[in-house]
């Protein structure tokens, strides 16, 4: 079982950044890949970004690739997304996901993500 808490989010200004950081409990973190989803409102749940086990691997959403930047410390727990360059689209809950134990890859789809937090709210405005 893995218990996912979410801080970091807010308001910030167009072209501004943030950090989001996504605590985990339990004892398989450094052994499961780790993602970033959104939701903006009257939309579906989005991939944003997804980390091997070892941080050795990372993937991207096209609409976020070259401006946010997801990593981890497995030491701590806690697996990061730092977004740069924020546009008004970028303005959503964010959620921080773990797939099951044993899922290879970098997972993008929402089936293949057992674990969330309870998302944090990131507004960006103009």
């Known amino acids: 079982q893995v218990q996912l808490v979410e801080s970091g989010g807010g308001l910030v200004e167009a072209g501004g950044s943030m950090r989001l950081s996504c605590a985990a409990s339990?004892?398989?973190?450094?052994?499961?890949?780790m993602g970033w989803f959104r939701q903006a409102p009257g939309k579906e749940r989005e991939f944003v970004a997804a980390?091997?086990?070892?941080?050795?691997?990372?993937r991207y959403a096209d609409s976020v690739k070259g401006r946010f930047t997801i990593s981890r410390d497995n030491a701590k727990n806690t697996v990061y997304l730092q977004m740069n360059s924020l546009k008004r689209e970028d303005t959503a809950v964010y959620y921080c996901?773990?797939?099951?134990?044993?899922?290879?890859?970098?997972?993008?789809?929402?089936?293949?993500?057992?674990?969330w937090g309870q998302g944090t709210q990131v507004t960006v405005s103009s």
């Open positions: 339990g004892r398989t973190f450094s052994r499961l890949a």
């Open positions: 980390i091997s086990w070892s941080g050795g691997g990372t």
């Open positions: 996901a773990a797939p099951p134990l044993g899922v290879a890859g970098l997972p993008s789809r929402l089936y293949e993500y057992s674990y």
